[in-house]
């Protein structure tokens, strides 16, 4: 459900921590980890929070949407996953998928295209959905992303519908013109 100033102030009840400082410990928390799980737990639950609008203006705040970005560098394929999977959660916005775009976000996105991890590839062709704006059509329909979310859209696995929403919305119309 999405929130709003007053859902929020009855959530968070007396005690509670307000958002943006909540999220602020999130980060810090994943800042000053050190083991790899504590990482992925805090990425899965920022990821999360994500979903919800209310949250948008604290991610760009806290830089939010730029550490999910680092961690599509990672080795780790859970960290990269629950990563690519905020960023989707994130982009339906448009100036959070403009914030992606502009810290070069959308080669990090299309390496997830490859990953062994469904999710991963799933949570990518979302966000590149999202973030295939005016701006980023030159950089997100080259000729392999084109390819590879044909080759998605034909699988019939789970991610063949959403591939085929993003050839039916960027490609088709490419073709129109």
Same mark, same amino acid.
């Given at each position: 459900?999405?929130?709003?100033?007053?859902?929020?102030?009855?959530?968070?009840?007396?005690?509670?921590?307000?958002?943006?400082?909540?999220?602020?410990? %999130? !980060?810090? $928390?994943?800042?000053?980890?050190?083991?790899?799980? @504590?990482?992925?737990?805090?990425?899965? *639950? +920022?990821?999360?929070?994500?979903?919800?609008?209310?949250?948008?203006?604290?991610?760009?705040?806290?830089?939010?949407?730029?550490?999910?970005?680092?961690?599509?560098?990672?080795?780790?394929?859970?960290?990269?996953?629950?990563?690519?999977?905020?960023?989707?959660?994130?982009?339906?916005?448009?100036?959070?998928?403009?914030?992606?775009?502009?810290?070069?976000?959308?080669? %990090? !996105?299309? $390496?997830?295209?490859?990953?062994?991890?469904?999710? @991963?590839?799933?949570?990518?062709?979302? *966000? +590149?959905?999202?973030?295939?704006?005016?701006?980023?059509?030159?950089?997100?329909?080259?000729?392999?992303?084109?390819?590879?979310?044909?080759?998605?859209?034909?699988?019939?696995?789970?991610?063949?519908?959403?591939?085929?929403?993003?050839?039916?919305?960027?490609?088709?119309?490419?073709?129109?013109?």
């Amino acid at each position: 459900m999405f929130t709003n100033d007053q859902r929020q102030k009855e959530r968070t009840g007396k005690y509670g921590s307000p958002r943006l400082q909540y999220l602020q410990e %999130l !980060v810090a $928390q994943f800042q000053n980890a050190s083991d790899e799980e @504590t990482k992925e737990k805090v990425v899965a *639950s +920022l990821g999360n929070f994500a979903y919800d609008p209310y949250n948008y203006t604290f991610f760009r705040q806290l830089n939010i949407l730029e550490l999910f970005l680092d961690c599509l560098t990672e080795s780790n394929e859970r960290l990269v996953e629950f990563a690519v999977g905020g960023i989707c959660n994130a982009c339906a916005d448009p100036t959070n998928a403009s914030v992606v775009t502009q810290c070069d976000g959308i080669p %990090l !996105v299309i $390496q997830c295209l490859s990953s062994p991890v469904r999710n @991963t590839v799933n949570y990518a062709i979302g *966000s +590149l959905y999202y973030l295939c704006s005016a701006n980023a059509e030159d950089e997100i329909l080259k000729p392999e992303v084109v390819d590879a979310m044909k080759r998605f859209a034909a699988a019939g696995a789970s991610f063949s519908n959403l591939a085929r929403a993003f050839l039916d919305r960027y490609v088709t119309s490419l073709n129109e013109k």
